[in-house]
């Protein structure tokens, strides 16, 4: 590998690349229908082999074989969903005289890229590499992940975790306060079964479970992008705390002292008496009545907003609600406004969740 | 006298009803509902952004450091435990966990190189010649 330390080292930085301006570049798209790719690989056999693995994963993709072709690309198509760079690609076939970039090899067209826009995902493939930390690489592209895998786990891995960064980046804030609300409220239903957690180790599960990608609703839930990425995360909240409160009635353990109890003549009840059944325990019951009667409390001075309550509570549809309390649409949406605001105003004055 | 009326869910439904009537809230309602409800709009959103963000980080430094020691991790092969998410190297079996809210990882694979990384690498070489 020592021809390749000496390249870098001795291959000056690029201030021959004049960057564009971000402004120029066209607008980035997470859409799944437009997802795009840029590969940047001298070798026939791996373009192949990486075009094929992009063009599975949904991605139209834009080939170059040197770096030279990639740069050009870049600058006429880019930004693009994903940018992946051979380490090895060459500079350029032929001998253009007006060569843009005549000393770099696909690491300097990673840094160039990034010096051009930061925030455009990169990909470097180093297969002859054992470990991702021998690749050389100068300081400004150390960030950039390496791919050292020839299967489609570790690529996948990468582009996800692209994705999902372009997703979070392109969230308005208006989106970012509906899930952190939807989380809450969330949490919030799950009562004790939420064991301490809060709505932000809700949303990180959410998101790990997108991130792991596996197919199963238990382990993960992969981002198929048929969907927004806040209407996934959503699901994604849902499915967790669901699973959370089911693992809450399954799992639920107690302290001895917390079980047994004694009668008046002093006789031990054993915990053994107490036989799982389908419906709440009586403690949880009467936990989830207390809690119920302290925020049906907070509305005993606005009948409206209690009615709405009590029917949400029963399960009944907006429009059974309306149907049954006489609520015009404008009433309906303005109660459910003032308990909204009542109850996340009490979590603001309290803790976390 | 113990009300006896069965109240399994009644909260959880109405919390639940809440979380869903945010979904539909414009722009400017959700905003506004923020700011009366004593938050600031624009900082909460932030934190939220963080949140994702600092979770994506935490899973990208686990890949990173198993990729910087040459293990193959198979991203569906994570598995959530009571205390976090597992894994092993498909190459050399090692295993390796992290604990979602710290970001801490334990196991084996980060205690050093994939011993079984040398031979892949020899095989694929062949193999793109």
Redesign the interface.
């Known amino acids: 590998m020592g021809h390749l330390f000496s390249l870098i080292e001795t291959t000056p930085p690029s201030p021959q690349i004049e960057p564009l301006e971000p402004t120029l570049l066209p607008p980035s798209s997470i859409n799944a229908s437009s997802k795009s790719a840029l590969l940047v690989e001298g070798?026939e056999?791996?373009l192949s082999c990486f075009r094929q693995l992009l063009e599975k994963a949904g991605y139209a993709v834009r080939l170059a074989p040197d770096t030279e072709e990639g740069l050009r690309l870049f600058r006429e198509c880019g930004p693009f969903n994903v940018v992946l760079i051979n380490y090895y690609v060459p500079e350029k076939k032929g001998t253009g005289i007006n060569c843009l970039i005549p000393q770099i090899h696909g690491v300097r067209l990673a840094a160039v890229i990034r010096d051009m826009n930061p925030s455009q995902g990169i990909i470097i493939v180093a297969?002859?590499?054992?470990?991702?930390?021998d690749v050389p690489r100068p300081a400004e592209v150390a960030q950039i992940?390496?791919l050292?895998?020839?299967?489609n786990?570790?690529l996948?891995?990468l582009l996800?975790?692209i994705e999902?960064?372009r997703a979070?980046k392109g969230?308005?804030?208006?989106e970012?306060?509906?899930?952190?609300?939807?989380?809450?409220?969330?949490i919030?239903?799950?009562?004790r079964a939420a064991r301490g957690r809060d709505w932000?180790?809700l949303?990180?599960?959410a998101?790990?479970?997108t991130?792991?990608?596996?197919?199963d609703t238990?382990?993960?839930r992969h981002w198929n992008r048929r969907v927004s990425f806040?209407q996934h995360l959503?699901g994604a909240i849902l499915s967790i705390a669901s699973v959370w409160?089911r693992q809450f009635k399954e799992e639920s353990t107690y302290l001895m002292s917390e079980l047994l109890f004694h009668d008046a003549e002093g006789q031990d009840y054993s915990p053994i008496d107490n036989v799982a059944s389908s419906?709440?325990p009586a403690d949880q019951?009467l936990i989830?009545?207390k809690?119920?009667d302290r925020?049906l409390g907070l509305f005993n001075d606005d009948s409206e907003a209690l009615q709405l309550?009590r029917g949400?509570?029963?399960?009944l549809r907006k429009t059974e609600i309306m149907s049954r309390y006489g609520l015009e649409e404008k009433k309906y949406a303005a109660a459910?406004?003032r308990?909204?605001?009542k109850?996340?105003?009490q979590r603001?004055?309290g803790s976390r969740g | 006298m113990a009300d006896k009326t069965n109240h399994d869910g009644n909260l959880e439904r109405f919390m639940n009803q809440l979380g869903d009537s945010v979904l539909a809230l414009s722009d400017g309602n959700i905003r506004a509902e923020v700011s009366e409800a004593g938050a600031d709009p624009d900082g909460e959103a932030e934190r939220t952004r963080t949140v994702l963000r600092e979770a994506l980080k935490r899973l990208e430094n686990v890949n990173k450091h198993l990729s910087n020691f040459g293990h193959t991790i198979n991203s569906n092969g994570w598995h959530r435990g009571r205390s976090g998410y597992h894994n092993a190297c498909a190459t050399c079996g090692s295993f390796v966990s992290f604990i979602p809210a710290t970001g801490e990882m334990r196991g084996e694979a980060l205690d050093g190189r994939c011993p079984r990384r040398d031979e892949c690498t020899v095989r694929r070489r062949e193999a793109s010649r």
């Open positions: 070798n056999s791996l297969l002859d590499y054992q470990c991702a930390s992940p390496v050292i895998e020839t299967g786990g570790q996948r891995s996800e975790k999902v960064d979070i969230l308005t804030s208006s970012l306060l509906q899930l952190q609300l939807f989380a809450k409220f969330r919030r239903g799950l009562g932000e180790d949303l990180e599960e998101l790990y479970r991130l792991i990608g596996a197919e238990q382990n993960g806040v959503k409160k419906s709440s019951r989830e009545k809690e119920e925020v309550l949400l509570m029963e399960g459910l406004r308990i909204r605001l109850v996340l105003s603001n004055n």
